[in-house]
């Protein structure tokens, strides 16, 4: 089935440094693959997403490039603010055809803390 | 969040009791998904539904859950004498088509009900 998994956090860092989560999946054909954060006492929102090989998907200064022969989707940031502080989760979407395609399969999570 | 809304935000049962969470999904989306998000836990798939139909349950407990999504109201995810295990944060997400048809739409999160069992 379906797995993704992602380091283990908490993840610490001080205001301006560089940001790497890393992601890696197991599934078979080509699944859809996402970036979501959740901020404190809030829901998932979509930060960003690729759904094929080589795509990058980019959004508020973080990006992250869908590698198919690594089965990877690394999360980055050049230079994160305290703001970012949250808990970021990857996750993916199955095939087009046959059952579960709908079913999103997430990581365990990966908590940032940014301090000033 | 992006109009999914959840109600309500935090809900205590004792042990025993029952438990029903709501969910509306965004105007104009007609599809609905519950996860779970147990402590410490990525979320975890439970339900999907259209109106008036369950798609797939497969990730529902086979025992004290059921999930509804009306023709008119919110969808309802329900349980019955509730546990101490089922003390988790439970999330509605909601999309615009079937996503069987087009995989590469993103599901719209709510902020979820968090669910204690005393």
């Known amino acids: 089935g379906n797995s993704v998994t992602q380091m283990e956090g908490p993840v610490t860092l001080s205001e301006e440094a560089f940001l790497t989560i890393n992601c890696t999946y197991t599934?078979?054909?080509?699944?859809?693959l996402f970036w979501y954060v959740q901020y404190p006492g809030e829901g998932l929102q979509l930060l960003l997403k690729?759904?094929?090989?080589?795509d990058k998907g980019s959004n508020k200064g973080f990006e992250a490039t869908y590698r198919k022969e690594t089965t990877s989707f690394h999360l980055e940031k050049g230079s994160v603010q305290v703001s970012d502080s949250a808990v970021y989760f990857c996750?993916?979407?199955?095939?087009?055809?046959?059952?579960?395609?709908?079913?999103?399969?997430f990581g365990k999570g990966t908590k940032l803390s940014v301090i000033p | 969040n992006a109009g999914v809304m959840q109600n309500p935000r935090h809900l205590v049962r004792r042990r025993g009791q029952e438990a029903r969470l709501r969910c509306s999904p965004m105007k104009g989306h007609s599809h609905v998904y519950w996860y779970r998000q147990l402590p410490e836990e990525g979320l975890k798939f439970m339900v999907y539904?259209?109106?008036?139909?369950?798609?797939?349950e497969s990730g529902m407990p086979k025992e004290r859950f059921s999930a509804e999504f009306p023709k008119e109201g919110p969808s309802i995810l329900r349980i019955q004498q509730v546990v101490r295990g089922d003390s988790a944060a439970y999330f509605c997400a909601s999309s615009p088509q079937n996503i069987r048809a087009q995989p590469n739409q993103p599901q719209h999160f709510g902020d979820g009900t968090r669910l204690s069992i005393l």
């Open positions: 996750a993916l979407s199955g095939l087009p055809s046959g059952a579960g395609s709908y079913q999103l399969t």
């Open positions: 539904l259209q109106k008036e139909n369950i798609i797939d």
């Open positions: 690729a759904t094929k090989a080589d």
């Open positions: 599934a078979t054909g080509y699944p859809s």
